[in-house]
């Protein structure tokens, strides 16, 4: 028999926690279980849940409120079907309403795996798309375009195109409406992004927002795809990991998909309740086939501790799930003085998202793109950016506005 193993931590001052995770085990799988009489016993035992471990920490303080558990508990796949919300409701439906509770992780068995092939690209999928192999991905972002018409937003895909950057995003709020319609808007910043091309030499993706009703938003994806749409950008958790997997396991749906983590803050910051991001965006983004995934970085305004993006990124990454690893993209207050940082954190297999720090370089988008990618190349070949900027303009200007790494 197979199981998928859930893994908690449980706040309270006084619990007995092994006689908690009994409780929870039996009560989230068969309901009862000692009144049941000993036939009944035999004809469900199959159907219980089983405490893994418990592990208790009794704080040395004695501060109220710090006392806690992480529970191990393992449930029958018997019991739900192979999909993300049969399984969360599972084992984190009733208990998530029970007191000072987080999901910290789930370990799922070869059977649930099964059902999910993961990211139909992946890192090294995006990265043949584009060419690039061997340096971080840079990617911009669009700023303000609520209210930008078609050849306001085609001169602002322009002006990032120039700088040289691999990918191009839609703002996640930007919504169908009818200055930007998606086929129109894909059209546009395509043709811009082959002219791009003739001048840089460089292949680009323009990830466009999908949005709208459920029941539409595949017809959506493939009318953008259609009219030349080379990535797809999804707010995951508004419209739940089955949508996503849907979209990403679907045949038709030819292009890589990054996930926007729209939402996720009402789910994972708090230390006693809620889901572990590394879980909501690090391990279940991959099962459900994001190619690429954004998250808050540690450096900038929406701050996420630096322990928890890591985490995040092990997640995507992590050869324990025999699927394709997808790309990290920690985001926001991303500017080219925190380079070496991100390298030194992340490593080279990843998505070097800019907003402001391209758009607010003195000299303009373009430039700001370039002063990215001088300061990616001085990074991997060891130069200081401080020396790399005596003979590089852009890097020097962006430099003097934000300064170095932290």
């Not at 279980?33 to 009944?40: D, G, I, R």
């Not at 007191?99 to 059902?115: E, H, P, Q, T, V």
């Not at 992946?122 to 700023?143: N, T, Y």
């Not at 990616?376 to 020396?387: E, Q, T």
Request: proline share 7%.
């Amino acid at each position: 028999m197979s199981y998928c193993t859930a893994t908690y931590r449980i706040y309270d001052d006084k619990a007995d926690f092994h006689k908690k995770a009994e409780s929870i085990a039996v009560g989230m799988t068969v309901g009862t279980w000692t009144e049941l009489p000993q036939v009944k016993q035999e004809q469900m035992r199959g159907h219980l849940g089983r405490v893994e471990s418990v592990h208790v920490h009794d704080p040395q303080s004695g501060v109220p409120g710090e006392r806690y558990a992480d529970v191990s508990i393992s449930y029958p796949d018997i019991n739900f079907t192979s999909d993300i919300p049969a399984l969360l409701i599972t084992v984190f439906g009733k208990i998530s309403m029970d007191g000072r509770i987080k999901l910290l992780d789930l370990k799922l068995s070869d059977a649930f795996m099964s059902a999910y092939p993961g990211p139909k690209f992946g890192i090294q999928g995006v990265r043949d798309l584009l060419g690039v192999h061997h340096r971080p991905l840079l990617m911009s972002i669009f700023k303000a375009v609520i209210g930008y018409d078609l050849n306001g937003l085609r001169e602002q895909f322009m002006v990032q195109a120039l700088g040289g950057v691999d990918l191009i995003k839609d703002d996640e709020i930007l919504f169908e409406n009818p200055l930007t319609p998606i086929e129109q808007r894909v059209r546009v910043c395509r043709e811009a992004a082959e002219e791009a091309k003739r001048i840089t030499g460089k292949e680009l993706l323009y990830a466009v927002n999908l949005t709208g009703r459920t029941s539409s938003l595949k017809e959506q994806a493939l009318r953008a795809i259609d009219a030349g749409a080379s990535a797809l950008l999804f707010s995951v958790l508004p419209y739940g990991f089955d949508v996503l997997h849907e979209l990403s396991s679907d045949p038709e749906i030819t292009v890589p998909i990054a996930a926007h983590p729209s939402l996720a803050g009402a789910l994972y910051p708090s230390p006693h309740y809620g889901i572990a991001a590394s879980l909501l965006l690090g391990k279940l983004m991959r099962i459900a086939g994001a190619d690429l995934v954004l998250f808050p970085s540690p450096y900038g305004s929406v701050v996420m501790p630096r322990e928890e993006n890591l985490a995040i990124q092990r997640e995507l990454v992590s050869p324990e799930l025999a699927i394709r690893s997808s790309f990290p993209v920690p985001s926001a207050g991303i500017h080219p003085g925190l380079v070496p940082q991100i390298l030194s954190d992340f490593g080279t297999d990843v998505v070097v998202n800019a907003g402001g720090g391209i758009h607010g370089h003195p000299e303009g988008a373009s430039s700001g793109g370039r002063a990215f990618l001088q300061a990616i190349d001085a990074s991997l070949n060891g130069v200081p950016l401080a020396k790399a900027a005596e003979s590089l303009p852009e890097l020097k200007a962006a430099l003097d506005i934000w300064g170095g790494r932290k």
